[in-house]
Nanobody, 123 residues
Framework: QVQLVESGGGLVQAGGSLRLSCAAS????????MGWFRQAPGKEREFVAT???????YYSDSVKGRFTIWRDNAKNTMYLRMNSLKPEDTATYYC?????????????????WGQGTQVTVSS
């Protein structure tokens, strides 16, 4: 059974930083695409960042230059470093795992999802 578990969310002031983790079990994700998405209250879930099997990365315009996605294959864990946080980054953040090797901005490209971790940025 594949399981993705996020951690690292919390309350932070604007301009601060957080590091989210996504620990995978039941499957080795080093050869597969993975991603981060987020959902703010009253809004649809949106793409944040993705990493493919070569560790190539891609970011949404709203987080580019502030967020960094990477993974530690030895730990089967993916991370999202979030710097210069803004109140509009407040959301529940979800990690996702694909059945394929490519990263993707599309939610339906991912078969596995974590339960989410809350990030709140105060102004």
């Amino acid at each position: 059974q594949v399981q993705l578990v996020e951690s690292g969310g919390g309350l932070v002031q604007a301009g601060g930083s957080l590091r989210l983790s996504c620990a995978a079990s039941g499957r080795t994700f080093s050869s597969y695409g993975m991603g981060w998405f987020r959902q703010a209250p009253g809004k649809e879930r949106e793409f944040v960042a993705t990493i493919d099997w070569t560790d190539s990365t891609y970011y949404s315009d709203s987080v580019k230059g502030r967020f960094t996605i990477w993974r530690d294959n030895a730990k089967n864990t993916m991370y999202l470093r979030m710097n210069s946080l803004k109140p509009e980054d407040t959301a529940t953040y979800y990690c996702a795992g694909s059945r394929g090797s490519s990263g993707s901005v599309l939610q339906n490209s991912y078969s596995y999802w974590g339960q989410g971790t809350q990030v709140t940025v105060s102004s």
